[in-house]
């Protein structure tokens, strides 16, 4: 159960990052926080699927895809995969397809906008490195939370 709102969370610890708001909510759940783990790519979501089929302990997946609106890096298939092997929710700096289906799952899905084109598989991107987009950080094991009013994150937890 979620115990917090972004706005208090904003109010209450000056020091968290306010992502801008370029973000638009696709998945089954809308408030959602984790532990941050990131992927570089770039119209290629070959390290998205890698790194989905890992276990995700409840950990958010930031993926800075260049802000491409050319493909979709995930879609209801990977977050199906993520899902199932727990990662709690995927924050993508590009679009997502399936839109329909990911509002389906108990996943959080947040993303620029939709494409039904999928992305090419050529086994290129990064791990575990510090991305940034829509005004902010995302480090590797900083914490993001997000709800209907948007998304800050934090060095550590702060619920």
């Known amino acids: 159960m979620i115990e917090f ?12 990052q306010v992502a801008a708001p370029v973000l638009a909510s696709y998945g089954g759940i809308a408030a959602f926080g984790g ?15 890698e790194t989905i ?3 995700g302990e409840g950990r958010v997946l930031v993926v800075d895809g260049g802000g491409s609106l050319r493909c979709a890096l995930v879609g209801d298939q990977v977050a199906t995969d993520a899902l199932a092997n727990g990662w709690i929710g995927l924050v993508v ?9 990911l509002a389906e799952l ?7 906008d939709t494409h039904p084109r999928r992305s090419t598989k ?22 993001l939370y997000a709800d209907d009013d948007g998304v800050v994150v934090s060095a550590g937890p702060i619920h």
């Open 5 to 16: 709102t972004t706005a208090d969370l904003s109010d209450d610890h000056p020091g968290v």
């Open 35 to 49: 532990r941050i783990e990131t992927v570089s790519c770039f119209e290629d979501n070959s390290i998205v699927r």
């Open 53 to 55: 089929e890992t276990p």
């Open 93 to 101: 700096n590009g679009c997502v397809r399936d839109s329909a289906a």
């Open 106 to 112: 108990d996943i959080a899905v947040l993303a620029l």
């Open 122 to 143: 050529r086994g290129e991107g990064r791990r575990g490195e510090t991305v940034r987009f829509a005004g902010i950080e995302f480090i590797p094991g900083s914490w």
